[in-house]
């Protein structure tokens, strides 16, 4: 098995069977298929999955990328995934202005 340089994780909001939680009336499910794309594009050895909900409805939606265990809030856009993105491109630092801090 290929063990990706990164995975990234996008909280879907999921309590038990059902999508209750913020994130994902926060449009975050469509940031899961433009990572893809974009991880391809860029050419980012990445995986992409989607979380249960992360409890942090107030601050979503939430991404974190591992193994740098960087959480980030208030993902809303491609202009904020572009900075996530960014930021793995250039060494895996953090994108601080959406951490989670």
């Known amino acids: 098995m290929h063990k990706p340089d990164y995975h990234l994780f996008v909280c879907a909001s999921f309590r038990g069977t059902e999508a209750r939680g913020k994130c994902i009336k926060k449009d975050s499910m469509q940031l899961v298929s433009y990572l893809e794309e974009e991880l391809a594009d860029r050419g980012i050895d990445a995986m992409v999955s989607t979380t249960g909900c992360l409890k942090l409805c107030e601050e979503g939606p939430i991404v974190i990328v591992y193994p740098q265990g960087h ?12 900075a996530i993105l960014d930021s793995l491109e250039n060494g895996g630092g953090p994108a601080k202005q959406y951490l989670l801090a």
């Open 71 to 82: 959480w980030y809030k208030g993902i809303a856009g491609e202009e904020a995934m572009d």
